[in-house]
């Protein structure tokens, strides 16, 4: 099982350039979340989708927006992409059950807008 | 969501136990306490947690106080691979799960 994967793994934009960072999961978890971390920062969440079909604003929903495709891929969108979202991004998935609300993370997408 | 204090840095000689300690003196009655670590700028891992017991698994202790209010993490035998940083997270499973991620704490384990 490849459990999380995020593509692509790095990408460089000019100001303006529009963009889709593609996670999918094989773990057949319902809950799927995109993070951003920036330098010495903790995560924080941009937008997250409970469930295939539905989508939530997380903390920095600004300037993002979201597509749960089905329940195994949920896409993130920059449409007009600024030096500020110079970022690390990383998808994560949430099972339920014995494990709790445990998070499972992808190996991140490195993204500078220049 | 309550809040955690953890301290910015620990340093600890391999081989030797690894204790990271956090605050969450707001933290209520159904919500968990979780551990995460970074290693260098992969995704974070998910260690163990606890909501009142005592928890271990093959990586770790979770030793949680009587009232709650605070929490350590021991990695009982520290190697160079543990260098990362540390997450303590609390989280209330029944509201839409969403986690709250703080600065945590920055282990250097030395030879």
């Known amino acids: 099982n490849a459990g999380v994967t995020q593509t692509p793994k790095f990408q460089v934009l000019k100001t303006g350039q529009s963009m889709t960072l593609q996670c999918a999961q094989d773990?057949?978890?319902?809950?799927m979340y995109w993070y951003r971390q920036d330098p010495g920062m903790g995560l924080r969440l941009i937008y997250y989708s409970a469930s295939e079909g539905t989508t939530d604003k997380g903390e920095v929903p600004n300037g993002y927006n979201v597509s749960r495709l089905n329940k195994r891929e949920f896409s993130l969108r920059l449409e007009s992409a600024a030096p500020s979202q110079t970022s690390v991004y990383f998808c994560a998935t949430q099972g339920a059950g014995g494990f709790g609300d445990t998070q499972y993370f992808g190996p991140g997408t490195r993204l500078t807008v220049l | 969501d309550a809040k955690t204090t953890q301290p910015p840095s620990m340093d600890c000689a391999e081989g030797r136990a690894a204790n990271l300690p956090c605050n969450h003196s707001?933290?209520?009655?159904?919500?968990?306490v979780y551990w995460y670590r970074q290693i260098h700028s992969q995704g974070p891992q998910y260690i163990i947690h606890g909501l009142k017991n005592n928890e271990t698994n093959e990586m770790a202790s979770l030793i949680i106080t009587e009232d709650r209010k605070s929490s350590t993490l021991i990695l009982p035998h520290a190697t160079l691979r543990d260098t990362a940083v540390y997450y303590c997270?609390?989280?209330?499973?029944?509201?839409?799960?969403?986690?709250?991620w703080g600065l945590g704490t920055s282990l250097a384990v030395n030879p």
């Open positions: 773990m057949n978890h319902n809950s």
């Open positions: 707001t933290i209520s009655g159904n919500e968990y």
């Open positions: 997270i609390v989280n209330n499973a029944g509201n839409n799960r969403k986690l709250i």
